[in-house]
């Protein structure tokens, strides 16, 4: 079954840290570059950052800059977002997801969706 699986998300107070990881299986990776989107409540689901598929290219939506990193370890067949200084803003479910080698803008053109895991900011 192919398939992403996110893990990582829970509470956390402003200012803290969380790392998500995204988990491929039935698939390799090394195709697909890795987006991390994340949607809250009431809201649309926005992009927030991707990796290519090499690892050689990377963006970030403007609210994100400068306190996430994306990163990914094809051996592992692993993404991961690395998130400091949360602010309660970035509350919201997150969910990777993968399209062919470049990162895109065109949500539909990303063929697998994890889950999603929950981030909370909060004190």
């Known amino acids: 079954q192919l398939q992403l699986v996110e893990s990582g998300g829970g509470l956390v107070q402003p200012g803290g840290s969380l790392r998500l990881s995204c988990a491929a299986s039935?698939?390799?990776?090394?195709?697909?570059?890795i987006g991390w989107f994340r949607q809250a409540p009431g809201k649309e689901r926005e992009g927030v950052s991707c990796i290519s598929n090499t690892g050689t290219s990377t963006n970030y939506a403007d609210s994100v800059k400068g306190r996430f990193t994306i990163s990914r370890d094809n051996a592992k067949n692993t993404a991961y977002l690395q998130m400091n200084s949360l602010k309660p803003g970035d509350t919201a479910v997150y969910f990777c997801?993968?399209?062919?080698?470049?990162?895109?803008?065109?949500?539909?053109?990303?063929?697998?969706w994890g889950q999603g895991t929950q981030v909370t900011v909060s004190s």
């Open positions: 997801a993968a399209v062919r080698r470049r990162c895109s803008t065109y949500v539909p053109a990303y063929e697998y």
């Open positions: 039935g698939f390799t990776m090394d195709y697909y570059a």
